[in-house]
């Protein structure tokens, strides 16, 4: 099938179709991942984005049971690879590649020079394209779900090229419908009395909440705008998700935010988390050139030499620490921040995923550091 990836700075890639036979538009990033891509390709942060892969040989051990999944589906727009293998060996492997994209409706691309492609994306920055299957038009909206009690966004408009998924709400694309509670809340590892963590879901990863279920934490994960307050909803810690796009979208859910820490309540932020975080303490976020995607982003714990190999996925960075607020992390490329504490409150942030699935377990013991705090 005739196919290519077209940029928006004019930049065409010929390329093979071994997805669904739609053409869609979104924003093209790449990551570094060697290994992981059904938990890349189900990770809410990556949605509205066309995923560009530079580890060359992609589908060598097919699909994995949903259980493993980082969500319920694929969230990216579209896939570019250098070499899919549709011959995958593996145990636990259920179909190839190829027939997961097509049940999804989700368009990818076999092309040749990722190399040049995420070199391109390197210097000049996340750049909005599209991929075009055998001159199709992108559809409005195509493979956008409406949303509850909220009149969907225009789209594309058929002709029409480009479409910066940044501009809408993605949080509230992908968050949960309703609560939903996980766990048993047994003290064992807690000390006396039951604990419970109110997630608010920004587009949250599946192992965050497997996580703190192993460490036998009662977990009310809520929708992004979700205000226990006004439920009479009792917890004793918050955790704010990743999630994608631009934090500043999430207005309510910076509010809800804001009334937990006046009570003073244990929060901890991952990733869009931290964003939220340092806007509803007074700081500020701004987009980055091309962001942290991939499994090896080395992190430095600020005002010692330790230094963490962590699994990084978003776009967007805190700009400005909040008053109150010390750097708790910092990117040990770019000298970007990676993480946020309070001087004497019970508030942190990390930008990156202790969670790590895929990538190094490095920093899983935040999650003690947060029920200690608890």
């Not at 909220?150 to 992908?174: H, I, Q, T, W, Y």
């Not at 993480?339 to 895929?358: D, M, N, T, W, Y």
Request: proline share 6%; hydrophobic share 35%.
């Amino acid at each position: 099938m005739k196919a290519r990836l077209i940029l928006k700075d004019g930049a065409a890639y010929e390329g093979a179709s071994f997805g669904a036979p739609v053409s869609i538009a979104g924003e093209v990033v790449f990551t570094t991942g060697m290994v992981g891509y059904p938990e890349s390709l189900t990770d809410p942060s990556y949605r509205g984005q066309i995923l560009v892969l530079t580890y060359p040989l992609v589908g060598n051990y097919g699909v994995p049971d949903k259980k493993t999944w980082e969500s319920g589906k694929i969230q990216v727009a579209g896939l570019i690879v250098s070499s899919y293998i549709n011959t995958p060996s593996h145990h636990s492997s259920q179909k190839t590649l190829g027939q997961w994209l097509k049940e999804e409706g989700v368009p990818a691309l076999e092309i040749s020079d990722t190399r040049g492609l995420t070199l391109r994306l390197r210097d000049k920055g996340a750049i909005l394209g599209k991929i075009e299957i055998d001159d199709q038009n992108v559809g409005a909206g195509l493979g956008r779900p409406r949303i509850k009690n909220e009149r969907l966004k225009a789209g594309p408009a058929l002709g029409v090229d480009f479409e910066d998924p940044n501009l809408r709400n993605l949080s509230a694309e992908v968050s949960i419908r309703k609560p939903k509670t996980y766990g048993s809340g047994s003290s064992a590892k807690l000390g006396t009395g039951k604990k419970t963590v109110l997630l608010l879901d920004c587009g949250v990863k599946q192992n965050i909440i497997r996580e703190l279920v192993k460490r036998q934490v009662k977990v009310i994960v809520a929708p992004w705008d979700f205000d226990p307050f006004a439920k009479k909803i009792k917890f004793h810690g918050l955790l704010i998700s990743n999630g994608p796009g631009d934090p500043k979208m999430c207005r309510e859910t910076i509010a809800v935010v804001k009334k937990v820490m006046l009570r003073k309540i244990p929060i901890f932020g991952i990733c869009l988390g931290n964003q939220i975080l340092a806007l509803a303490a007074g700081g500020d976020t701004a987009k980055m050139k091309f962001g942290h995607r991939g499994q090896n982003q080395p992190v430095g714990l600020v005002g010692s030499k330790k230094c963490f190999l962590t699994t990084q996925n978003h776009g967007f960075e805190v700009k400005k620490v909040p008053s109150g607020f010390n750097p708790w992390f910092k990117n040990l490329n770019d000298q970007t921040n990676e993480g946020i504490i309070h001087k004497s409150l019970p508030f942190c942030s990390v930008q990156f995923h202790p969670e790590a699935c895929p990538g190094p377990t490095d920093t899983a013991w935040l999650f003690d550091e947060f029920l200690e705090k608890i």
